[in-house]
Nanobody
Framework: QVQLVESGGGSVQAGESLKLTCAASGDIFKGCDMGWYRQAPGKEREVVAKISYADKTEYTDSVKGRDAISLNSAKNTLYLQMNSLKTEETAKYYC????????????????????WGKGTLVTVSS
């Protein structure tokens, strides 16, 4: 069993930065990737950034060049540094392990993970 606990969310002004932290415990890092996701009210959960067991990173286009995902394996901790935040990035941010996609009831793809944290809220105001 894996436990993921996010922290670091808060309320900031547009253009400011935040660093999210995900503390992981349990049977972790067994060849799976880890990632940060976000879900705004009324919207689907979406991927923000992912990092593989080999430290390969991926970012959604809207955060490329602004955000950085990193993993400290010794501390079992995942980070997301978010810079130049925009109001449209207001959402609840989730940490996840062993991520992927699955078919949803509408016939499209939804994000999935074997393990999710409970999330941390990020509010960006203008």
């Amino acid at each position: 069993q894996v436990q993921l606990v996010e922290s670091g969310g808060g309320s900031v002004q547009a253009g400011e930065s935040l660093k999210l932290t995900c503390a992981a415990s349990g049977d972790i890092f067994k060849g799976c990737d880890m990632g940060w996701y976000r879900q705004a009210p009324g919207k689907e959960r979406e991927v923000v950034a992912k990092i593989s067991y080999a430290d390969k990173t991926e970012y959604t286009d809207s955060v490329k060049g602004r955000d950085a995902i990193s993993l400290n394996s010794a501390k079992n901790t995942l980070y997301l540094q978010m810079n130049s935040l925009k109001t449209e990035e207001t959402a609840k941010y989730y940490c996840a392990e062993c991520t992927g996609y699955e078919l949803n009831s509408a016939g499209g793809l939804s994000v999935r993970a074997d393990y999710w944290g409970k999330g941390t809220l990020v509010t960006v105001s203008s």
